[in-house]
């Protein structure tokens, strides 16, 4: 079926380094969301981009819609230890990427 | 604020045995979701429900994997005849009707490990 690819699959970051992850559709999305999940922990919803180009921020966070809406990034600007778990895009809550898993050297 | 409860939390069984995993979704969410999440991997989604219908169903999905939503409120994912291979966190999640951020509220998760 269709795949939400999702790039890297591991990423290891002194903290306050910046980390961006990356999702790539072979196909047009109607939308996208965000999600966290910590270790031994359940996803935790993020945020939904819905435009064409959208750019949205949460304090350190900001996401982007491609504009063809096929691919979104997630970027954390000056990683805490807070930041870590690994990060989930999703089309349409049901096609979930492999997910990039963040972790943070103090 | 009680969130999507998921019960048993850890379930083991000999190959061959059923299970039978109950989710509570958060009060008035019309919509439900269960996924499959192996080690490594994001949620695999297996099949969702508004109100009592199921109005989808993963094509992955084996026929040994059943659902159900009688009366639009609690949800049970049964699996019949477990394989080694249906060893994963079984995810139940569930958002209102309407909802405008595309939230899911996910559950604590069911824990399956078939012997």
């Known amino acids: 079926g269709q795949q939400v690819m999702q790039i890297p699959q591991y990423q290891h970051v002194q903290e306050g380094e910046d980390f961006t992850t990356y999702c790539n559709s072979s196909t047009t999305l109607s939308n996208i969301q965000w999600y966290k999940q910590r270790p031994g922990g359940h996803p935790v919803f993020l945020i939904q981009?819905?435009?064409?180009?959208e750019v949205k921020k949460q304090k350190r966070l900001t996401f982007q819609f491609g504009e063809a809406k096929k691919n979104s990034s997630l970027h954390i600007t000056a990683t805490q230890t807070t930041d870590v778990g690994t990060y989930f895009c999703?089309?349409?809550?049901?096609?979930f990427g492999a997910g990039t898993r963040l972790t943070v050297k103090p | 604020d009680t969130g999507v409860s998921q019960d048993p939390r850890h379930k083991i069984t000999k190959r061959g045995q059923n299970v039978t995993f109950r989710c509570d979704p958060i009060s008035e969410h019309n919509r439900l979701y269960w996924y499959r999440q192996t080690l490594g991997q994001g949620p695999e989604f297996l099949t969702y429900?508004?109100?009592?219908?199921?109005?989808?169903k993963s094509r992955l999905l084996s026929d040994r994997f059943s659902a159900e939503r009688p009366k639009g409120s609690f949800s049970t994912l049964e699996i019949q005849r477990t394989e080694q291979g249906d060893s994963a966190m079984y995810l139940c999640?569930?958002?209102?009707?309407?909802?405008?951020?595309?939230?899911?509220?996910f559950g604590e998760g069911s824990r399956l490990t078939v012997l």
């Open positions: 981009l819905v435009k064409s180009g």
């Open positions: 999640a569930s958002s209102p009707d309407r909802v405008r951020t595309g939230e899911l509220f």
């Open positions: 429900f508004q109100n009592e219908a199921q109005l989808e």
């Open positions: 999703a089309a349409s809550r049901m096609r």
